[in-house]
């Protein structure tokens, strides 16, 4: 997680970043597809479900007697909230014997005894899409929790952080994918827990377009696009729906005017910088963090292309 200083136990770190990597392997899946039917690229398709099932069997192997997955300090259910995201995107289904214990070890913590951004919101993500039925009052739970460690007061109202610290961009990008995830389930957010974070992330922005860890920071390619998904996912849930009939059709989902230019310049820094084989500004630094917040962007935004 970029910039944080927690340290990590050698195993948590190996299989963090395995499941970090079926994430990223997923996801470079589906924007593959469209070019599977070129000669040249009839192998991709086996190499990447291999590379997936390959990833997805490492993780089960490394899962403990408890369900949990060994865990990073500083970051309780962690690591297992990853892993077992992971899983549930390579698709595993919920009903898997390893999710289940999964869940079982998950449900023994509240996001007050967790106490930490990255975890109740990996957590959030989980219950929202393996048993969100069956784990709603959780989920109720961890969105109440966010909405009262949201900062309130200027300059930072809006973002999320490590406890007692300064709001940063990534704490504050899975805290809005978690609460996104909740009301996509059905679990409300507080509109002003919406409006402050579509400020925090308007102010993070720099001039050129881009978004570095914090305010004032150099802009990078994970957190410009934390920046972007995150814009999306705020202003979504802030401004009014632009649906509308025209004539014998539905025009939908158009930004705003302000919208579109704070969103069209980041992706104008994005796309002068693409690349897949680097996090852009920081080499190889946290480049499966990128990949995961790259495809957030394309999801959210619904753009095939960048650039």
């Given at each position: 997680?970029?910039?944080?200083?927690?340290?990590?136990?050698?195993?948590?770190?190996?299989?963090?970043?395995?499941?970090?990597?079926?994430?990223?392997?997923?996801?470079?899946?589906?924007?593959?597809?469209?070019?599977?039917?070129?000669?040249?690229?009839?192998?991709?398709?086996?190499?990447?479900?291999?590379?997936?099932?390959?990833?997805?069997?490492?993780?089960?192997?490394?899962?403990?007697?408890?369900?949990?997955?060994?865990?990073?300090?500083?970051?309780?259910?962690?690591?297992?909230?990853?892993?077992?995201?992971?899983?549930?995107?390579?698709?595993?289904?919920?009903?898997?014997?390893?999710?289940?214990?999964?869940?079982?070890?998950?449900?023994?913590?509240?996001?007050?005894?967790?106490?930490?951004?990255?975890?109740?919101?990996?957590?959030?993500?989980?219950?929202?899409?393996?048993?969100?039925?069956?784990?709603?009052?959780?989920?109720?739970?961890?969105?109440?929790?966010?909405?009262?460690?949201?900062?309130?007061?200027?300059?930072?109202?809006?973002?999320?952080?490590?406890?007692?610290?300064?709001?940063?961009?990534?704490?504050?990008?899975?805290?809005?994918?978690?609460?996104?995830?909740?009301?996509?389930?059905?679990?409300?957010?507080?509109?002003?827990?919406?409006?402050?974070?579509?400020?925090?992330?308007?102010?993070?922005?720099?001039?050129?377009?881009?978004?570095?860890?914090?305010a004032g920071h150099p802009g990078t390619g994970s957190m410009t696009c934390a920046g972007l998904a995150s814009l999306i996912i705020a202003r979504k849930m802030v401004?009014?729906?632009?649906?509308?009939?025209?004539?014998?059709?539905?025009?939908?989902?158009?930004?705003?005017?302000?919208?579109?230019?704070?969103?069209?310049?980041?992706?104008?820094?994005?796309?002068?910088?693409?690349?897949?084989?680097?996090?852009?500004?920081?080499?190889?630094?946290?480049?499966?963090?990128?990949?995961?917040?790259?495809?957030?962007?394309?999801?959210?935004?619904?753009?095939?292309?960048?650039?």
């Open positions: 997680m970029p910039h944080g200083k927690a340290r990590e136990a050698p195993t948590s770190c190996r299989v963090g970043t395995i499941a970090g990597l079926v994430l990223a392997i997923m996801f470079a899946a589906a924007a593959a597809r469209p070019v599977f039917a070129q000669p040249a690229a009839e192998e991709l398709p086996r190499r990447i479900q291999q590379a997936i099932q390959d990833g997805v069997e490492f993780i089960k192997g490394k899962q403990n007697a408890d369900g949990s997955w060994a865990e990073m300090a500083g970051q309780p259910c962690g690591v297992t909230s990853l892993c077992t995201l992971a899983l549930l995107y390579a698709g595993v289904p919920p009903e898997d014997p390893v999710i289940q214990k999964a869940l079982r070890y998950l449900r023994n913590y509240s996001a007050e005894e967790i106490d930490a951004t990255y975890s109740v919101a990996l957590q959030t993500m989980v219950f929202c899409r393996a048993s969100p039925e069956r784990d709603r009052a959780a989920i109720l739970d961890n969105v109440r929790w966010f909405e009262k460690t949201q900062v309130k007061e200027p300059p930072h109202a809006g973002g999320w952080s490590y406890p007692g610290l300064v709001p940063d961009n990534s704490n504050s990008q899975f805290a809005l994918l978690a609460l996104y995830e909740a009301e996509r389930t059905g679990v409300p957010v507080s509109p002003e827990t919406w409006r402050l974070a579509a400020g925090y992330w308007e102010r993070m922005q720099n001039p050129d377009g881009s978004w570095g860890y914090r401004l009014p729906p632009t649906a509308r009939v025209e004539g014998n059709s539905i025009d939908c989902c158009r930004p705003a005017a302000d919208e579109d230019d704070a969103v069209r310049r980041g992706l104008a820094w994005l796309a002068s910088r693409y690349s897949v084989s680097v996090n852009p500004g920081v080499g190889e630094e946290w480049l499966l963090y990128y990949l995961y917040a790259l495809e957030r962007v394309g999801r959210l935004s619904a753009l095939r292309f960048i650039g």
